[in-house]
């Protein structure tokens, strides 16, 4: 059985514990009282052990920078760069006849206009498929500028570069371009219907089609004593980033270079995708993530249109170029996601223990297929959630609509799986009258089952095997958090007051850290400052803290100490990106692993320095050290002047690596074999697979008899994300994600009408919650450590969003009586649903029937 730990034992555990990392910690030890110094360490006595880094909540060291202004963001940069702005097409779908620019080209300031005939080479090619996969049958991606036909309302047409935006600006209204509108296909009914097709060439709208099944699903279902059939829509939303995309290039004719800064989630890769698009060495392309006003996922895709095209016109005009994304521009032309149909039978036994389950999903991809399948690859998988089902049958379609792409928003999938499954779980209940967390309990895998093998592919390609946790656990915590057991009392005084509450519940399991690998770089300075690089993005997520405090619990330095930069390919040109919670899994343990390098070769120099062994030493607060008498030592920061070897002294420190200014053995080369100059370390975490958090979540909510208003009581949170390197970060991340969790599940949805048109692309129509719909979060912590990975952590960046629409449908169906099978729910839509329930269309918790049908008209069965 693996080991649990709660936050709260943990942090009263001593100094120095046993973990997979032994190393020596660094933060500064309690001070005593003021006016009192404390007793004197008697001389030559070790000072007392700094507290570990790891684990405290140490206040974040970006916020101060940003918070006075002082942040770099990429509007911020390329003041005197070209500005470039985009022609869009304002039909869904269409025929691009004419484009005539003659009426912009006396336009003051105007730069060049350039159309898909101007793209050369490789540009003019349709953008990377980025993830390829056999069951991607018919995947699509656009061109930067659209060549013939226009797929969705937003796609770039012209591009246009002037001396700065106004002028880009006034010179695209001139341009006239003529289309011959064609019919749209707009919603997962209609594409599946197929009377129209977006793409002429792929049957049926059909972009992806996959099958994954343990057992025979259909035949447990069949045979099952008791089945269920329920119908189950998540709509169509998007992240919406304060900052919107962006990027800024510089060509260098000189040495035949670029410089890309890109508002990415992905440096490297946007690197490496414009270096193949313009042919030009990697070498010759740099690729810098200045800060980053949100991401969410929507940054991951790589390269935009735009990311190819900028650089290419800075090359082409040998001058800086620039391009910003503005609100609109980023409701309709960078991507969606959460659009899903899921079909789920189930079939259960008298305790609601279920012995099969068979789901159909229908995706909506939008036009493109540039980020593949991924979304409702991680739905298919990721809604088994902590159960494990007697026999397990999942089928997706992927399906082309004339609307923006989809591609991964927090959550990425998961949200709509979770949906799934925990409507499956309150189904059963309900149907078998059973308390709704005794049937979650019954259907978890146990502690002592881990690792567990649901024998599917997850979104990696490897096993989807969960590596540790304790389910049950976390479920027991959520119920005393919430007070789960008393809440039919609080029920029943509401009613008698007059007012509707409801409380749910819902747990999740998310595959984190998915690999192929990360980098770390730690350099020791020679006045003892320490500088780490590591190559996947920062958005807000506190790299430059938690990284810091990898560090300094291996370096033995103060964390103040060190400083953290992430996203520069000058500095890590081998990386992956910031997506699919796995920065701290990857690039934590990636700089611990180089720190740990680093250590080793200081204690080694040390050693020799001071005439005595490794073992014998230590570092505190920067220092290396006898462990016995802490007289005995010698800063880091000689250390690393030590570690580089030379023939000229710049200052008094380099004196001590001078030919003549040691006592070097001059029988032995400066540098040994194998060794490097310099105190410095490079490494790699490449995991065999995936690392998996859990938690449970739970609401209580109160619904209005009259307007139908739904308000959210509390919010309470079990998260299982390993050892926690910064619980503030962490609850921060939590907090976060459960404040997109109730704009998902309450507000924010994307609505196009029949000809493709977005209808609610501003902040005036877009609803989101202000801090005034924002619950408080209630949020408890259990660690299982992962054996996958030397730090023993998990991924916690998306843990706060993923079940937000399941627990608030079960906690509003729960409050009103009857089934809630679609989200988000506004209160014009709950009062239509009670209306409905009034006149016998819906049926009654507790009496259900077999089906819980869509309220809408006829929907598609896959």
Not at 57 to 77: A, H, N, Q, W
Not at 537 to 546: A, D, I, L, N, Y
Not at 630 to 642: D, E, Q, R
Not at 845 to 856: I, K, P, Q, Y
Request: proline letters at 8%; charged letters at 25%; glycine letters at 10%.
């Amino acid at each position: 059985m693996k080991a649990v730990e709660t936050t709260a034992a943990r942090r009263r555990r001593a100094a120095g514990p046993k973990s997979a990392v032994p190393v020596p910690t660094t933060s500064e030890a309690p001070a005593a009282d003021a006016g009192d110094p404390g007793p004197a360490p008697a001389a030559g006595a070790a000072e007392p052990r700094p507290a570990p880094a790891v684990g405290a909540s140490m206040p974040r060291t970006e916020d101060l920078r940003l918070l006075v202004g002082k942040g770099r963001y990429l509007d911020d940069l390329g003041r005197h760069a070209y500005a470039a702005a985009f022609v869009r097409s304002p039909h869904a779908r269409a025929r691009v006849v004419d484009i005539d620019a003659s009426g912009a080209l006396d336009v003051d300031g105007l730069i060049a206009v350039y159309t898909y005939q101007d793209l050369p080479g490789r540009i003019a090619e349709p953008l990377p498929m980025l993830i390829p996969h056999p069951g991607l049958t018919h995947g699509r991606t656009g061109y930067p500028l659209a060549r013939e036909y226009v797929n969705h309302v937003g796609e770039a047409v012209v591009m246009v570069v002037a001396r700065d935006r106004y002028i880009a600006e006034d010179a695209c209204d001139r341009i006239v371009v003529t289309y011959e509108s064609l019919p749209p296909v707009v919603g997962i009914d209609n594409a599946f219907r197929a009377a129209h097709l977006v793409h002429p060439d792929v049957p049926g709208n059909v972009a992806g089609h996959l099958v994954q099944e343990t057992g025979d699903a259909r035949a447990a279902v069949a045979d099952a004593p008791h089945t269920l059939e329920l119908h189950l829509d998540i709509e169509r939303s998007a992240c919406m980033p304060m900052e919107g995309r962006g990027v800024l290039a510089r060509w260098d004719e000189g040495d035949q270079s670029l410089r890309i800064h890109s508002s990415t989630q992905t440096s490297s890769g946007v690197r490496a995708a414009v270096a193949a698009k313009l042919d030009l060495p990697l070498l010759k392309v740099e690729c810098v993530t200045p800060d980053v006003g949100g991401g969410f996922g929507v940054k991951i895709v790589h390269p935009w249109p735009e990311e190819v095209l900028v650089p290419w016109a800075a090359r082409l005009l040998d001058h800086e170029v620039k391009w910003t994304e503005d609100r609109r521009e980023h409701f309709i032309s960078s991507a969606h996601e959460r659009g899903q149909l899921q079909t789920v039978r189930v079939g259960f036994d008298d305790t609601g223990r279920v012995l099969g389950l068979d789901v159909d999903i229908l995706h909506d991809n939008g036009a493109y297929t540039q980020y593949g399948i991924i979304v409702p690859l991680i739905t298919s998988t990721q809604l088994l959630g902590p159960y494990k089902p007697g026999a397990y049958r999942v089928e997706f379609r992927s399906l082309y609509t004339n609307t923006v792409m989809v591609t991964p928003y927090r959550g990425a999938g998961r949200p709509q799986g979770v949906f799934a499954m925990e409507r499956t779980m309150d189904a059963i209940a309900d149907r078998l009258g059973l308390d709704r967390a005794d049937v979650r309990e019954r259907n978890m895998i146990r502690p002592e089952e881990m690792p567990y093998d649901h024998g599917l592919l997850f979104q990696d390609g490897r096993p989807l095997t969960y590596d540790s946790g304790d389910f049950p656990a976390s479920l027991d915590r959520l119920k005393k958090l919430v007070g789960w057991d008393d809440f039919a009392a609080v029920r029943e005084q509401a009613r008698a007051e007059g007012r509707r509450v409801g409380i749910g519940l819902a747990a999740y399991v998310e595959g984190t850290g998915v690999g192929p690998y990360e980098g770390g770089h730690v350099q020791v300075e020679t006045s003892g400052k320490v500088y780490v690089a590591t190559g996947l993005t920062s958005q807000g997520q506190g790299h430059e803290t938690v990284f810091a405090q990898v560090v300094a619990d291996v370096l033995g330095v103060p964390p103040e100490d060190i400083t953290v930069t992430t996203g520069d390919t000058r500095r890590m040109g081998y990386a992956v990106g910031t997506f699919a919670s796995r920065a701290a899994v990857m690039s934590g343990n990636a700089v611990a692993k180089a720190a740990r390098g680093v250590r080793e070769k200081a204690l080694r120099i040390a050693a020799e320095a001071l005439g005595t062994t490794i073992e014998e030493l230590d570092i505190v607060r920067g220092v290396v050290q006898s462990r016995d008498d802490p007289s005995v030592s010698i800063p880091l920061g000689t250390v690393a002047v030590l570690s580089n070897p030379l023939r000229y002294a710049f200052d008094e420190a380099s004196k001590a690596a001078t030919q003549f200014g040691g006592s070097s053995d001059p029988t032995r080369p400066p540098i040994a074999e194998g060794d490097a100059p310099g105190l410095e370390a490079r490494d790699f975490f490449s995991p065999p697979r995936a690392t998996y958090a859990n938690g449970v979540h739970a609401a209580i909510v109160e619904t209005d008899p009259e307007t139908a208003e739904i308000k959210v009581l509390r919010y309470c949170v079990v998260h299982d994300c390993g050892h926690l390197l910064n619980p503030m970060i962490v609850e921060g991340q939590v907090h976060g994600g459960v404040a997109q969790a109730v704009g998902g599940a309450l507000y924010e949805r994307m609505h196009y009408d029949e000809n493709g048109q977005l209808l609610n692309a501003s902040f005036m129509d877009f609803l989101m919650p202000y801090a005034s719909e924002t619950p408080h979060v209630e949020i408890d912590h259990l660690e299982t450590p992962s054996p996958l990975n030397p730090l023993g952590i998990k991924g916690a960046g998306e843990a706060g969003v993923i079940p937000g629409s399941a627990v608030l449908a079960s906690a509003i169906e729960d409050a009103e009586g009857f089934p809630i099978t679609r989200m988000p729910i506004q209160p014009d839509e709950l009062f239509r649903l009670r209306q409905q329930f009034a006149d016998g269309h819906l049926p009654p918790l507790h009496r259900r029937a077999a089906t819980m049908n869509h309220t809408d008209e006829e929907r598609p069965q896959p």
